[in-house]
């Protein structure tokens, strides 16, 4: 099925809410997956693997030095505000971060980048794209990320998907939609349900939503 970004953005937000993000952790995760998604990476199938282990833990990380431990805990939950951070630091550590794919769209929007490894190799992530391994990119495992000012690609070989890939990717998004998976898009909409409005004679007079929440 084809979906807009718009529609990504608002099926997600409403899962996080549902699984206990705060306000604003929602709306930066849900921008998160509707970036990775309109160019062609896995964001939903990511977050449905992510979503059991969100449940109530959305929590606070703590820096000590130039480290924070993630404990295991999805980026999804903290990736905006992790990157904020870096932004004014020459480095950061990120120990034990669950599916660090979902901090590229911040990465990309500072300029920093992002090194980290998994089983099947070594990913990096800068300005002039994405380097190593797809199926190490797609890697949900947590992983320890070094986060850092400005373009360090180094050795790290060629791109597997550069900036131009990206963008015509991004380009075929907002002429044809996104393609999801159909089953996917189902599973976290039952999480998303979570947020609903039930079915009232008031609510289906007033509509989701509607009415004077004082009356």
Known sequence: MRVSQFEIYRLVQRA?????????????????????EARGLPGLRLL??????????FRGLKLRGEEIDAGGLSAIA?????????????????????SPLFLLPAAAA???TLCWRQAAG?????????????????????????IRTGDSAGQAGPAFLD????ARRYDRALEQGVEVDEEIWREIDAVAAR?????????????????????
């Open 163 to 166: 900036p131009a890939e990206l």
């Open 110 to 112: 500072s300029g920093l």
């Open 195 to 215: 947020v609903q409005v039930p079915a009232s004679p008031e609510s289906r007079l007033k509509g989701a939503g509607g009415g004077d929440a004082n009356l």
């Open 48 to 57: 449905l693997a992510d979503l059991p282990g969100l449940d109530g833990k």
């Open 16 to 36: 996080l809410e549902g699984s206990g993000a705060p306000y604003g952790v929602d709306r930066d995760g849900a921008q998160a997956i509707a970036w990775l």
């Open 78 to 98: 903290y990736g905006s505000a992790v990157l904020d951070l870096a932004r004014g630091l020459p480095s950061l550590r990120l120990r034990h971060c669950r």
């Open 122 to 146: 070594e990913i990096r992530c800068s300005n002039i794209g994405l380097h190593g391994s797809e199926a190490a990119l797609l890697d949900a495992t947590p992983a320890d990320v070094e």
